[in-house]
């Protein structure tokens, strides 16, 4: 039973608030394939900045998403998804692949690597997963595992018409730049509600101008914590957001 439901509303036109982050961008080093397996096989101490969403469902439901490294250069791109319009959660949101854990699903990584192959045809053989961050609670109840993987190309992607509009990349350096990472806010049945937006815009050659790919809520919220992790030495306690 939904317990309440957030407002209709265009998170684009939510005011960011002005506040300046004095944290550095994850150092280049850390970003390439082999610093990033070490990362993982020999994890710092660490904690996330962001565990859970403010609830607006009483759901309960285990679910993985896989945050694919692309390993087209030197430094990684980040391979995410557009949602489709009609979906029931999230719809037209941007998203890793990922959805809700079946019964015959061993673990996370097996709920990961199920769906990035349904949603978006990203075989198994091209992943290889080098680990996991801390679960994300999101608004709507979903106890959602990342997946962290480097994805070696060349490889076929058949996006599913039924649950993604478009596959696209974004350089991870890109998305570890906490210049690029806008915190908005808004007030909702009394209380302040904060997330992570990070818009970027993609060229793309059949379109005069660049698309925007706005990044915001879990997504974000989940790249927000890679950062922390990647940082690792600076991280903050963890918090919930308001």
């Known amino acids: 039973m939904v317990v309440s439901t957030l407002p209709a509303f265009d998170p684009r036109t939510v005011p960011v ?3 300046t ?3 550095p961008n994850v150092p280049p080093e850390r970003l390439h394939a082999q610093a990033l397996r070490a990362r993982f096989a020999a994890a710092p101490r660490w904690q996330p900045e962001l565990v859970r969403e403010p609830q607006f469902s009483d759901r309960a439901q285990a679910a993985a998403v896989l945050l694919p490294l692309v390993l087209r250069s030197a430094v990684p791109t980040v391979l995410l998804t557009q949602r489709t ?11 890793f692949p990922g959805g809700k854990m079946d019964p015959d ?3 996370a990584q097996a709920t990961a690597l199920r769906e990035a192959h349904e949603e978006v045809g990203l075989h198994p053989r091209h992943v290889e997963v080098i680990g996991e961050l801390p679960v994300y609670v999101t608004g709507s109840g979903f106890h959602v595992t990342p997946v962290v993987a480097l994805v070696q190309p060349p490889f076929e992607l058949h996006p599913n018409p039924g649950e993604v509009d478009a ?7 890109f998305l570890m730049n906490p210049a690029h990472h806008r915190r908005h806010a808004l007030s909702w049945q009394g209380h302040q509600r904060q997330w992570f937006s990070m818009p970027y815009l993609e060229t793309l050659p059949q379109c005069a101008s660049p698309v925007e790919r706005f990044i915001w809520g879990a ?3 989940m790249l927000r914590n890679f950062y922390r992790f990647l940082l690792a ?3 903050s306690a963890a918090q919930e957001m308001p």
């Open 105 to 107: 699903d061993s673990s």
């Open 21 to 23: 982050d004095p944290m």
């Open 219 to 221: 997504t974000a919220g």
């Open 85 to 95: 319009t009609h979906l029931p959660t999230h719809a037209g949101q941007i998203a």
């Open 233 to 235: 030495e600076e991280a």
């Open 17 to 19: 608030l002005a506040v």
């Open 167 to 173: 596959v696209f990349e974004v350089p991870l350096d």
